[in-house]
C-alpha cells in the first residue's frame, strides 16, 4: 500500500509522487500546492515552525482521527503516511509543545495536523499520536515547504468594524460566542467574516464560523502560522492586519476575531495590551465559564482600559452563575441566544460602527 | 383569523383595476409569513422593494393593490406582509410575542432568493399600526431601510430613556427582545430620508388611540400632534449627533385616518413614489 522506502538521514531525495497521493494531508496543509512538493530533507533538527512534515503513524494515542485538508476528519491507522506540519502548541486543556521534531518519533500535538514535542500533557488527556517523522517536505530549490509561502499578502489594516472575543480560558465558550454573533449578524444582513487571529491550526473553530453563515472565514494558517504560540507578537499582529485585509476585500461589513485561550496566555495577553493592536477591535466580547471567572476577567481587561461590550460563554448555562456575575459585575449576560438575536447582533455592531468611526476620526 | 380579510381570498392572485398582479405567498421564511406582492412586468430587481406594513385592522391585499400601479412603471416591486391576528396580534411592537422583525427578515431573503430583488435594503411604509411597526423595525435594522415612510402612526417610539416601546430603553420585563440603545448607535437610523404623514383631520382620539397622562404628555394626545412632536424629536436628535436630519412631517389637507384617502392626496403621492432618478428633496 505504502510503497515509501525509509532514507537515512544523511539523504535528500527525490520524491515518489506516489507517495504524496497515498498520504493523507492534514487541515493546516489546506492552502499547500502538493506539486509544488518534490523532494524530502530527513535533516529534521533544521525543522521549523510551518515546515511540512511525511510522517508515518506509530501508535494511535490521544488524537484517533486526523482533521484533512478537505475539512472532514479521517481514522488514523498504525502505518499509514501522513503530511502534517511542525509547529508548537499551548492548550491548557490538551497538550503544550514545542516545534521540534525527533526522528526516533513525535507527538501529533492537534488533530489539524501539527507535530512537535509535547512538553505538557492535562491530567485527563491520554498520550499523544505518535508518528514517526520520515522527511520534510522540499521545493524545486531543495529548501522545506513552509506555510509561510503559501500565505495571503500582507496587506496593512483596513478600516471595518471588528469586534473580538476573548475568554477567561480554554474552552469558556469564545467559539460559540463567535459563531453565535456571527450568526445575529448574518441574520440582520450583514456581511459577516470570522477569523481566528491566535491558537493552533485546527478545522473545529473554522467550521464552527461557516456553520454560522460567515461569508469570509479565516485564521492565522491563511496567514502563515500553524500556531501562533510563540510566535514573535509583530507577526502575529500583521497576520491579524493581513486577514482583516483579505475580509474587507471580500466586501464584509463588519469581522468577528477571536483570540484563543485564556487572559493570561502569553500570546493573548501580549497582543491586548498592545494598544497599536487593540485599536482595531471596536470591543471585546469577554467569554467566562463561570462567576469568579467573570470578576476576574472584568478586572483584567479593566487593567488595560478595556470594557467589554458583553459577557458571555459557559457561564450561560447557568441561571445562578449568571445571576451571581450579573450582580457582581453590573454586566448584561449574554447567552448564545441573545447573540444569534439579529436584534442583540446588531446594537453590537453599532457600538462598534461607532467606535471605529470615532478611532478613525482620531487617526485622521 | 377572524378579520383577517386579506385570508378570505382563496385564489391565491388578484388583479386589481389597473392589471397589476397581486399575488399571495404563503409561508415565507422561518416563521411562516404571508405576503401579498406585486412584481411589475420590467421588473428592476436592483432597485429596493416597497414593503408596506398594514395597520392593526390588517388588509396587506388593500395595501399592495393600491400601491402597486403607483410604483410599477418604476419597475418596483411591492412586498405586503400579512401578521396575522392570530400569529402576531402586537406585531407592531415588533419584538413582542412571535418577533414579526424576524419574521420579515426571513421572508425578505426568502424573497430574495426567490430574485425578488437583489437589494439588501427596501424601502420601508407603514400605515397607522404599520407605520409603528415601520418606525421601530428601522431603528433596530436601519442598514436594512433604504427610505422610511410612516403615515398616521397612532404613536411612536421617541429616542429617550423611557422604556420600550416608549422610549429606547429596554423594559424590566424579559418578554421582550428590545435591546437597550444609545443615541450614538441609532446613526444610521438618524440618517435615513423619512417621511411622515399625517391627515390634518387625523385628531380624533378614538378607541385605538393608546391614551394616557404619560404618553400624552410625552406624545402629544392625537395622531396629528404625536407625529409633529416625532418628527421633531429625530431633527433634535439627528442634530445633537452632528447628522444632518433628513426627516419631513407632511400634512395631508382634509384627510382623516383613512388609508386609501392618504395615498390618494397629490401631496402623498408626491412623497412616497419618488421617481427613482429624483433625490429626495431635503
Known amino acids: 500500500m505504502n510503497a515509501f522506502v525509509p532514507l537515512t538521514a544523511s539523504h535528500e531525495t527525490a520524491l515518489n509522487p506516489t507517495t504524496l497521493t497515498c498520504a493523507k494531508w492534514a487541515f493546516t496543509t489546506r492552502r499547500v500546492a502538493r506539486d509544488a512538493a518534490i523532494g524530502l530533507c530527513c535533516d529534521l533538527k533544521a525543522a521549523r515552525a510551518g515546515d511540512l512534515v511525511l510522517g508515518r503513524v506509530e501508535r494511535i494515542g490521544s488524537h484517533k482521527r486526523l482533521q484533512l485538508a478537505s475539512g472532514r476528519p479521517s481514522q488514523l491507522y498504525s502505518g499509514e503516511l501522513v503530511i502534517v506540519v511542525c509547529g508548537a502548541r499551548y492548550a491548557p486543556d490538551q497538550f503544550e509543545g514545542l516545534a521540534e521534531l525527533t526522528v526516533s518519533g513525535s507527538d501529533l500535538l492537534a488533530g489539524g495536523g501539527v507535530l512537535g514535542r509535547m512538553r505538557n500533557r492535562n491530567g485527563k488527556m491520554a498520550a499523544p499520536t505518535r508518528i514517526r517523522p520520515i522527511g520534510l517536505l522540499t521545493g524545486a530549490d531543495g529548501t522545506p515547504l513552509n506555510l509561510a509561502q503559501y500565505a495571503i499578502p500582507a496587506r496593512p ?4 468594524p471588528v469586534i473580538g472575543a476573548v475568554g477567561a480560558s ?3 465558550g469564545k467559539t460559540t460566542a463567535v459563531a453565535s454573533l456571527v450568526h445575529g449578524l448574518v441574520r440582520a444582513g450583514h456581511r459577516v467574516a470570522a477569523i481566528k487571529a491566535t491558537g493552533t491550526g485546527a478545522f473545529g473553530d473554522y467550521n464552527a464560523y461557516l ?28 497576520a491579524t492586519d493581513a486577514l482583516l485585509a483579505g475580509a474587507a476585500a471580500d466586501g464584509c461589513d463588519i469581522a468577528v476575531v477571536e483570540l484563543a485561550d485564556g487572559l493570561l496566555q502569553k500570546e493573548t495577553a501580549a497582543l491586548i495590551a498592545d494598544p497599536a493592536y487593540r485599536a482595531q477591535f471596536a470591543g471585546f466580547l469577554l467569554a467566562v465559564p463561570d462567576a469568579l471567572a467573570a470578576t476576574g476577567g472584568v478586572a483584567t481587561l479593566a487593567k488595560i482600559g478595556i470594557r467589554p461590550l458583553a459577557l458571555t460563554g459557559l457561564i450561560t448555562q447557568s441561571p445562578m452563575a449568571t445571576t451571581e456575575a450579573e450582580a457582581v459585575t453590573g454586566y448584561d449576560i449574554a447567552s448564545r441566544e441573545k447573540l444569534r438575536d439579529p436584534a442583540f447582533a446588531t446594537v453590537l455592531f453599532s457600538r462598534a460602527r461607532v467606535i471605529a468611526n470615532s478611532a478613525n476620526a482620531r487617526v485622521m | 383569523m377572524k378579520g383577517d380579510d386579506d385570508m378570505l381570498d382563496h385564489s391565491g392572485n388578484h388583479a386589481p383595476a389597473s392589471g397589476c398582479q397581486v399575488s399571495r405567498i404563503a409561508r415565507l421564511g422561518t416563521e411562516n409569513l ?70 420579515l427578515l426571513s421572508a425578505l431573503d426568502d424573497l430574495a432568493m ?31 431601510v433604504a427610505r422610511l415612510s410612516l403615515i398616521a402612526a397612532g404613536w411612536y417610539t421617541f429616542l429617550d430613556s423611557k422604556p420600550f416601546p416608549y422610549g429606547l430603553r429596554a423594559p424590566k420585563s424579559r418578554h421582550t427582545s428590545w435591546q437597550p440603545r444609545s443615541l450614538g448607535d441609532l446613526a444610521t437610523f438618524l440618517s435615513l430620508p423619512i417621511r411622515v404623514l399625517i ?17 400624552d404628555a410625552q406624545q402629544g394626545r392625537t395622531r396629528r400632534e404625536r407625529a409633529a412632536r416625532w418628527v421633531s424629536a429625530i431633527e433634535d436628535a439627528a442634530r445633537l449627533s452632528g447628522i444632518r436630519p433628513n426627516i419631513k412631517l407632511i400634512e395631508l389637507d382634509g384627510c382623516g385616518h383613512d388609508f386609501r384617502a392618504c395615498l390618494a392626496h397629490p401631496e402623498a403621492r408626491r412623497h412616497l413614489f419618488l421617481n427613482p432618478q429624483i433625490p429626495l428633496t431635503r
Open chain 1, 157 to 160: 489594516r483596513p478600516a471595518i
Open chain 1, 170 to 172: 480554554m474552552n469558556s
Open chain 1, 211 to 238: 456553520d454560522a453563515g460567515a461569508h469570509h472565514v479565516a485564521d492565522f494558517v491563511d496567514a502563515g502560522m500553524v500556531s501562533t504560540y510563540l510566535e514573535p507578537i509583530p507577526r502575529i499582529s500583521k
Open chain 2, 34 to 103: 404571508c405576503c401579498w406582492t406585486s412584481v411589475p412586468g420590467p421588473h428592476n430587481p436592483e432597485r429596493p422593494p416597497l414593503v408596506a406594513i398594514h395597520g392593526l385592522h390588517r388588509g396587506a391585499k388593500q395595501q399592495a393593490s393600491l400601491l402597486a400601479p403607483q410604483v410599477a412603471a418604476s419597475g418596483q416591486t411591492v412586498i405586503a406582509p400579512l401578521f396575522d391576528r392570530d400569529n402576531w396580534p402586537d406585531y407592531q411592537q415588533v419584538v413582542r410575542k412571535r418577533r414579526a422583525d424576524l419574521a
Open chain 2, 114 to 144: 426567490a430574485g425578488v430583488s437583489r437589494t439588501d435594503r427596501v424601502e420601508l411604509c407603514g400605515y397607522s399600526g404599520g407605520a409603528q411597526f415601520a418606525h421601530r423595525f428601522a431603528m433596530l435594522y436601519p442598514h436594512r
Open chain 2, 199 to 215: 391627515g390634518t383631520e387625523d385628531d380624533v382620539v378614538d378607541e385605538n388611540t393608546r391614551s394616557g397622562p404619560e404618553i
